[in-house]
């Protein structure tokens, strides 16, 4: 189990090589926050701007954090998967600057899983 953490979605492929990598401090304080609720923040990563928003989780829900080697490949080899779970502090979308429809998809997702939970079996 890993200790409580801020997880970062970034639009880019990062090669590491442990189950965690920390961005450094300075990633998110750059920019800092945006707006006055302190949920949307500016950053750079390797030259580019970037714009974060805290992801509202619901205080019932467990993160897994699922890396594969291949996820996208056609092949029929299974893929390698790494699992990392653990209490989240908090869960952060980068994206360009532009806003993004992650956190859409992932509210989606959520209210799909409840709804499915609610339904008899």
Excluded: C, Y
Excluded at 18 to 42: I, M, Q, R, Y
Excluded at 103 to 114: F, H
Aim: net charge negative; glycine share 6%; no cysteine.
């Amino acid at each position: 189990m890993l200790p409580t953490s801020v997880v970062h979605s970034l639009p880019v492929n990062i090669d590491a090589d442990g189950v965690t990598l920390e961005p450094p401090e300075e990633f998110v304080t750059a920019g800092g926050s945006s707006n006055d609720s302190g949920n949307v923040h500016t950053a750079h990563f390797r030259g580019r701007k970037l714009r974060g928003e805290v992801f509202p989780m619901p205080a019932d829900s467990e993160v897994l954090v699922v890396q594969g080697d291949d996820l996208h490949s056609l092949e029929e080899v299974p893929s390698v998967l790494r699992v990392a779970d653990g209490p989240m502090a908090k869960f952060m979308i980068w994206n360009t600057d532009a806003p993004n429809d992650v956190s859409e998809k992932l509210q989606s997702a959520l209210i799909w899983s409840k709804l499915n939970a609610s339904l008899p079996r």
